[in-house]
């Protein structure tokens, strides 16, 4: 029997389903599960939906967002559960109780980093974004892609290719759009809300973190932080401000663009993105990290800010 035959036998014949994603979970993480809340709910199953802590208010937007559950609210057993967008256990943090609870793991994702922790694993580092994969496994397994779950379809694929821009963007990727826009989605307006909103307190947070720019290696590589403080100062939260990574990314000649952002005291979560030809995945499996070539991160615990900036740079220079 093939994977989707698996999954296939898996969804017909179990009735209680768990579906949850990666800590701070992306446009990609949460588009994905939504989709599959509701297109279970629509085969009327059982499901349950979680993310650690806060979902992002952003995708309240998507249907079933205000039925996401988080780690109190774990209902005793599940028969199957689904981890989605996620490279490794360890990055569900507190959901990650949950595989506990679960007869049956099943593993669908796209990084190149997935460690195959589930009993059944779709891993396609190819696909653009775990949407793009859930939308290939709806229409071969005939599932109905309303037109709510082609708006969590979209804002992943949207969210992953940064608007359909990244090379992880194929042909078969914008296929997979048109086949969701014919279902009547209002595109323009998830486009808007995915891509380019930013609050007016996100945009004041924007300033303060480009301020902290600095560039290395030639202007090869540069950096921005964010820190607690100037969240605080700004009232703002981090996704109000739009992908800040992408600030450094973005500068002409910048090959590797990072953003260092302030957890907690000594705790850092570093972004890496690269342009063109750096991997920046192997610097974040340096640090027990992971993600893909060109967009990659890690948590660095026990060391100061700059200790960590130079810690990184000095990284970079020795992959070449
Ligand atoms: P971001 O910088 O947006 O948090 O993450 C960029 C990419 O790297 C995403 O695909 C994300 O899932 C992955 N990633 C970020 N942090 C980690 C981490 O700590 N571990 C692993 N395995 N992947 C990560
Ligand atoms: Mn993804």
């Known amino acids: ?43 009327n199953k059982n499901v349950d939906v979680f993310v650690e802590g806060q979902a992002p208010n952003k995708f309240s937007f998507l249907n079933g967002f205000y039925n996401i559950k988080n780690v109190n609210q774990f209902n005793n057993k599940y028969e199957c559960l689904f981890v989605l967008d996620c490279g490794d256990e360890d990055r569900l943090g507190d959901c990650k109780e949950l595989i506990e609870k679960a007869d049956i793991i099943v593993n669908i994702d796209h990084h190149i980093t997935n460690t195959n922790f589930g009993n059944i694993n779709l891993v396609d580092s190819k696909a653009s974004s775990v949407g793009e994969m859930l939308y290939e496994i709806y229409a071969n397994l005939d ?41 009547g989605i209002n595109f323009t307006n998830i486009y808007y809300r995915i891509i380019d909103l930013k609050t007016l307190n996100g945009i004041k947070l924007m300033s303060k973190v480009t301020s902290t720019l600095k560039t290395y290696l030639d202007g090869k590589v540069a950096t921005i932080k964010l820190t607690k403080q100037m969240l605080e100062e700004c009232e703002a939260t981090e996704d109000e401000a739009g992908e800040l990574v992408n600030i450094a990314r973005d500068i002409e000649n910048v090959e590797v663009g990072i953003l260092i952002k302030e957890i907690d005291l000594d705790t850092y979560k570093i972004s890496f993105r690269s342009k063109d030809y750096f991997d920046v995945k192997d610097i974040a499996l340096k640090y027990g990290g992971g993600g893909h070539i060109k967009a990659a991160g890690c948590t660095i615990k026990n060391k100061k800010i700059d200790e960590i900036e130079s810690e990184i740079i000095n990284e970079i220079k020795k992959l070449g």
């Open 143 to 183: 599932f109905n892609i309303t037109r709510i779950i082609a708006e969590c379809l979209y804002t992943s694929i949207v969210s992953d290719t940064g608007g359909f821009k990244f090379s992880n963007t194929s042909s078969k990727t914008m296929k997979i759009i048109a086949n969701l826009i014919d279902t």
């Open 1 to 43: 029997m093939n994977r989707l035959d698996e999954l296939k036998k898996i969804i017909d014949s179990y009735n209680d389903f768990a579906v949850v994603s990666h800590t701070s979970p992306d446009g990609d993480s949460m588009g994905s599960i939504l989709s599959l809340y509701n297109l279970l709910l629509d085969l």
